[in-house]
């Protein structure tokens, strides 16, 4: 094993939030404990939250950022700072945002001559719609801010092959690349008690469909219940339930009322996370429409709880589950995902065979087998820093180049 490593993780988005983002530093910040390692996490003020691990460093935090999440916009200050830093040693700096904790990961590392590590957690150029501004003025700003702040790094995480691509397609980026998924303690998925949720919830014998996830347009939610709709007129027995909440949750209750299957669409909002394994464990299939993942880590979760994949054949999601072997993947319409809904809940056996594939995968998704991988990163991050390499970017791709004539200056306040 590696030495002993300091390490420090600068997010934006840590625990109370919920996210993708901060499960994944969790996660990770578990695993590498129990792993041996040192890690520090500077994060957003939490408020009246208390944080019930050691070693968690809290910027102060106003408003909160346009977009889904509602996080809080973190003032990257923190007064006596590097009188902090010196004594931690550090041997590693993590950033997981590339704006605000994630430059003052980059201005820190640059300061106390150390490795920056960069997770590339987000399609961010997705989310521009959340300013509104013009578009493309948005998009060619993200694409060129990222390109500047992956320059300053050493090594670039992404949490799936497919981001890997966007990397190396977009931004020219191939080098001192690694994807390494969020890991999954599976322990909890695969210890709870199926029966339990089901009783208390009054799932009797239907089949029972789940999906997770932010309540957003990017999130397909209206392509998955046009296509359990098309399920529900053909079986009486199926029922719905969606986790999680969002600015689309009232407009999906009306869509699902417009379809006549709100009696069986079951919106349980934000659950805690402890509960999570619980229900997936309780349901029969796990059903997904997001075009929009990097990882599909519920997806990997769902896994854990032994449940087969139904889901649209997208990024994300087809860097963890192979067509035929734990789930089926269909393209990205209502008819589709509804045929192939119908064929596993029909057939007993191609569920048992999608189950112990998606058992067999997750497996391979552990939490420490997955912060391994990382400390090799890690590693490999130390010793280029030593020989001064520093992450390269085509700035010769397309998308850094827009001109004056492109006009995006004159639509910037359309």
């Not at 904790?101 to 150390?114: M, R, Y």
């Not at 990882?295 to 997208?314: F, H, I, K, S, Y």
Request: glycine share 6%; hydrophobic share 40%.
């Amino acid at each position: 094993m590696s030495k002993r490593l300091h390490i420090a993780h600068f997010t934006n988005t840590y625990h109370p939030v919920v996210s993708g983002v901060v499960r994944s530093v969790s996660t990770f910040r578990q695993a590498l404990t129990e792993l041996g390692h040192n890690v520090f996490v500077f994060a957003q003020e939490a408020g009246d939250y208390d944080d019930h691990d050691p070693f968690i460093f809290r910027f102060p935090a106003k408003l909160d950022l346009p977009g889904p999440t509602k996080f809080p916009l973190t003032i990257p200050v923190y007064p006596g700072l590097d009188d902090l830093l010196g004594p931690l040693k550090l041997d590693v700096v993590h950033s997981h945002h590339p704006f605000l904790l994630g430059q003052v990961a980059a201005s820190k590392a640059a300061d106390f001559n150390l490795p920056l590590v960069f997770t590339f957690h987000t399609r961010y150029r997705e989310y521009s719609h959340y300013l509104p501004l013009d578009q493309k003025f948005v998009k060619n700003a993200i694409d060129r801010w990222l390109g500047d702040y992956m320059q300053k790094c050493q090594h670039i995480i992404v949490p799936s092959a497919s981001m890997k691509g966007l990397l190396a397609d977009q931004y020219g980026v191939t080098d001192r690349v690694s994807a390494i998924a969020t890991g999954i303690d599976l322990t909890p998925f695969q210890s709870a008690n199926r029966q339990t949720i089901r009783q208390e919830r009054g799932w009797n014998q239907d089949k029972v469909l789940i999906s997770i996830g932010r309540l957003a347009k990017e999130k397909n939610w209206e392509t998955l219940l046009a296509a359990v709709a098309l399920v529900m007129d053909t079986r009486d027995d199926v029922r719905l339930i969606l986790i999680g909440d969002g600015d689309q949750r009232k407009d999906l209750e009306h869509y699902a009322r417009q379809l006549g299957i709100a009696e069986r669409v079951e919106f349980t909002g934000k659950i805690p996370f402890a509960d999570v394994p619980g229900f997936l464990k309780a349901a029969d299939l796990f059903c997904f429409a997001s075009v929009t993942e990097t990882q599909g880590l519920v997806t990997m979760e769902a896994m854990a709880a032994d449940l087969p994949v139904v889901a649209v054949d997208a990024t994300g999601t087809r860097d963890e589950v192979e067509h035929g072997q734990e789930g089926l993947l269909t393209s990205n319409d209502k008819d589709s995902l509804a045929q192939a809904l119908e064929q596993v809940l029909g057939d007993d056996a191609l569920c048992q065979h999608l189950k112990a594939g998606a058992r067999k995968k997750a497996e391979s998704l552990d939490s420490l087998l997955q912060a391994k991988k990382l400390v090799t990163a890690y590693d490999q991050a130390i010793d280029d820093k030593r020989a001064d390499f520093f992450i390269n970017v085509d700035k010769r791709k397309k998308i850094f180049k827009f001109t004056i004539e492109d006009g995006w200056w004159r639509k910037l306040f359309d």
